[in-house]
């Protein structure tokens, strides 16, 4: 057989091979495109109280030299370590986030920026697992020498239940939604064929804080923990039929 003849006959054995795998796949693009489908979005919420607070604490102190400024720092943020340990925070329990040192300086019209001293900085993060002690344990590192509260968030120690309920809440409310424009519509629902957490884009769930009145000793700062709402997003894609 000629070379010409015999790519010829393997040519047509070959597309004679596929032709069966494109027909299948033609049917099936087919199918899904007829296919009467449904895509809804739905959330589910649980709001509980938090059980734990973070706060960032730090130290700022000046010095003539950088050396100076750095002592000083050291000894207040000593100090401030030692107390947070006295009202029951555990060393897991803090972290520093931050150190600086930092010149600084004067400036005036016409002249070269003239150094004046030196300023270091050292910032902790503390997670406070028995709220009732929050406000006492911000008074204490303030009276051992803190001098920056820079901010608070509370949050859950173990948010899984939370989460969970709120994902059965959230598919609930899905499938209800999908029945109800199905009925409308005059269909039902055949299948679920695609579900997805976080609203289709993989977001993770992200407890959100709301802001209630709550009472406070007078003694100590007051603290408002409030209310954390933990909310699920949720994406379905329902195949409907007559």
Request: cysteine-free; glycine content about 8%; overall charge positive.
């Amino acid at each position: 057989m000629r070379p010409l003849a015999a790519a010829l006959v393997a040519l047509g054995l070959a597309t004679s091979a596929a032709a069966p795998a494109l027909a299948q796949a033609a049917r099936a693009e087919d199918a899904a495109f007829r296919a009467t489908t449904l895509s809804l979005s739905a959330y589910g919420e649980t709001t509980l109280a938090p059980d734990q607070a973070t706060i960032t604490l730090g130290v700022t102190t000046p010095g003539p030299t950088a050396a100076a400024a750095m002592a000083a720092n050291r000894t207040r943020m000593a100090a401030t370590l030692r107390s947070l340990a006295a009202q029951g925070i555990a060393e897991r329990d803090i972290q520093t986030s931050g150190l600086n040192l930092n010149p600084q300086y004067v400036y005036a019209q016409g002249q070269p920026p003239k150094l004046t001293g030196y300023e270091a900085s050292n910032q902790v993060t503390a997670t406070v697992r028995d709220l009732g002690k929050l406000g006492a344990t911000v008074d204490a590192v303030v009276a051992a020498g803190a001098n920056q509260v820079q901010g608070i968030a509370f949050g859950l120690q173990s948010p899984r239940a939370a989460e969970d309920a709120a994902r059965r809440e959230a598919v609930t409310a899905l499938q209800a939604k999908a029945e109800l424009y199905a009925k409308a519509t005059g269909y039902r629902i055949a299948r679920l064929v695609n579900l997805t957490e976080g609203g289709g884009d993989g977001s993770p769930p992200r407890p959100m804080f709301r802001l209630a009145a709550a009472p406070a000793r007078a003694e100590s700062t007051p603290v408002a923990p409030g209310e954390l709402k933990v909310r699920i997003d949720v994406s379905g894609v329902f195949e409907l039929t007559r």
